[in-house]
């Protein structure tokens, strides 16, 4: 939850994810958009060298997530966009055939 933004990597984190998950189980993902990423290339090279394991890298939504997911073989079994009237939050829940 709330952490997919946070990977440096996405792909490569949800390919160990997949790895990880077994033929049949689920994997939800959540996180935000609209964080507000308004930082200069000199702040966003300070926090990425600083001592945060986890920076916020990116300001995706579900659509990359759910592009990433389906390529990897995973079935997308729901999908929660941002838009008005919802929360800033995001979800995609998969399943492992």
Same mark, same amino acid.
């Given at each position: 939850?709330?952490?997919?933004?946070?990977?440096? &990597?996405?792909?490569?984190?949800?390919?160990?994810?997949?790895?990880?998950?077994?033929?049949?189980? #689920?994997? #939800?993902?959540? &996180?935000?958009?609209?964080?507000?990423?308004?930082?200069?290339?000199?702040?966003? #090279?300070?926090?990425?060298?600083?001592?945060?394991?986890?920076?916020?890298?990116?300001?995706?939504?579900?659509?990359?997530?759910?592009?990433?997911?389906?390529?990897?073989?995973?079935?997308?079994?729901?999908?929660?966009?941002?838009?008005?009237? #919802?929360?800033?939050?995001?979800?995609?829940?998969?399943?492992?055939?």
């Amino acid at each position: 939850l709330r952490s997919w933004n946070h990977f440096h &990597d996405p792909d490569k984190a949800m390919a160990a994810l997949v790895r990880a998950l077994r033929v049949g189980g #689920t994997l #939800t993902v959540v &996180d935000n958009v609209a964080f507000g990423l308004v930082r200069t290339r000199e702040q966003a #090279t300070r926090a990425e060298g600083g001592p945060a394991e986890f920076e916020h890298y990116r300001n995706d939504d579900a659509k990359r997530a759910v592009e990433i997911g389906e390529r990897l073989g995973l079935m997308m079994i729901e999908r929660r966009d941002v838009a008005k009237g #919802t929360s800033n939050q995001w979800l995609v829940r998969f399943r492992r055939f």
